[in-house]
């Protein structure tokens, strides 16, 4: 019990494993009482703002994992994935040090506190010494958005073949024994380079980076014969549209409403 921002729970603490759900976007997480040389924030020191908090929380859950094999898994509000200003250079400061392992986009209503969607940022300090496969420079996106099951108007879980296929997504990319080949699929998931990271401007939003989902109603037609096909549909709409105005108009002018 305690505040570990403030008052550090753990000094000393060098874990295997950091699996945390902390307060989303907490303002007054304690920046007029921590040092200005405070070693825990080595990214970079965050404003005394919601997403500062959330960048505090992330770098106090670094500090205390091993350097050579540590792993965090946290849930974050989204806007960490693309706040500019102060976090955003955290965020690349982190990103270049290359322990981002994953980005998970979840759906919204996942939680009895808060309706906002979330996503599960998850960092390796052992990206070529841990047990699975070298993946330096490489950060894996998941797109989970439209992943849930409704349990009523305002709450939403995953089912356990949501999380079935999310989890082995991410086994798969670390190579993991007794699992598939991985591979990206547009959509839903994608390796990533640090590099491919740099040109989205340090952005995490894992959609930009999967892509959009193929449409079931997308067909073989070329563009061009399509946008023709459809533009003289749209010319006729809008010729019916013009005749049932006029239609419209001498109906009402047959009533005595001449001003129309």
Same mark, same amino acid.
């Given at each position: 019990?305690?505040?570990?921002?403030?008052?550090?729970?753990?000094?000393? +603490?060098?874990?295997?494993?950091?699996?945390?759900?902390?307060?989303?976007?907490?303002?007054?997480?304690?920046?007029? !009482?921590? !040092?200005? =040389?405070?070693?825990?924030?080595?990214?970079?020191?965050?404003? #005394?703002?919601?997403?500062?908090?959330?960048?505090?929380?992330?770098?106090?859950?670094?500090?205390?994992?091993?350097?050579?094999?540590?792993?965090?898994?946290?849930?974050?509000?989204?806007?960490?994935?693309?706040?500019?200003?102060?976090?955003?250079?955290?965020?690349?400061?982190?990103?270049?040090?290359?322990?981002?392992?994953?980005?998970?986009?979840?759906?919204?209503?996942?939680?009895?506190?808060?309706?906002?969607?979330?996503?599960?940022?998850?960092?390796?300090?052992?990206?070529?010494?841990?047990?699975?496969?070298?993946?330096?420079?490489?950060?894996?996106?998941?797109? #989970?958005?439209?992943?849930?099951?409704?349990?009523?108007?305002? +709450?939403?879980?995953?089912?356990?073949?949501?999380?079935?296929?999310?989890?082995?997504?991410?086994? #798969?990319?670390?190579?993991?024994?007794?699992?598939?080949?991985?591979?990206?699929?547009?959509?839903?998931?994608?390796? !990533?380079?640090?590099?491919?990271?740099?040109?989205?401007?340090?952005?995490?939003?894992?959609?930009?980076?999967?892509?959009?989902?193929?449409?079931?109603?997308?067909? =073989?037609?070329?563009?061009?014969?399509?946008?023709?096909?459809?533009?003289? #549909?749209?010319?006729?709409?809008?010729?019916?549209?013009?005749?049932?105005?006029?239609?419209?108009?001498?109906?009402?002018?047959?009533?005595?409403?001449?001003?129309?």
């Amino acid at each position: 019990l305690g505040d570990s921002i403030r008052d550090d729970q753990h000094k000393g +603490l060098e874990a295997d494993y950091v699996i945390t759900n902390p307060p989303f976007n907490e303002k007054e997480w304690g920046k007029n !009482a921590v !040092a200005d =040389d405070d070693p825990r924030f080595k990214y970079g020191m965050p404003r #005394a703002s919601k997403q500062g908090g959330n960048f505090a929380f992330i770098q106090h859950m670094l500090s205390h994992v091993n350097d050579e094999t540590g792993m965090v898994g946290t849930v974050m509000a989204n806007g960490s994935l693309s706040v500019q200003s102060k976090e955003g250079d955290i965020r690349q400061n982190i990103v270049e040090d290359d322990i981002l392992d994953t980005i998970i986009a979840l759906p919204g209503d996942l939680f009895y506190t808060t309706s906002i969607p979330v996503c599960v940022w998850i960092f390796s300090k052992g990206k070529e010494a841990d047990k699975y496969r070298d993946r330096p420079g490489e950060t894996l996106f998941i797109d #989970a958005r439209d992943m849930s099951e409704e349990i009523n108007k305002s +709450l939403n879980r995953l089912t356990a073949e949501h999380v079935e296929q999310i989890s082995e997504t991410v086994r #798969a990319y670390r190579g993991e024994k007794n699992t598939q080949e991985y591979y990206d699929e547009k959509g839903f998931c994608k390796v !990533a380079t640090i590099d491919e990271i740099r040109d989205q401007n340090w952005v995490l939003t894992p959609g930009r980076y999967a892509g959009v989902k193929q449409s079931s109603f997308d067909d =073989d037609e070329p563009f061009d014969e399509k946008m023709d096909r459809l533009t003289e #549909a749209l010319a006729g709409q809008f010729e019916e549209n013009d005749v049932l105005e006029q239609q419209i108009k001498k109906n009402l002018q047959n009533l005595g409403y001449d001003e129309v």
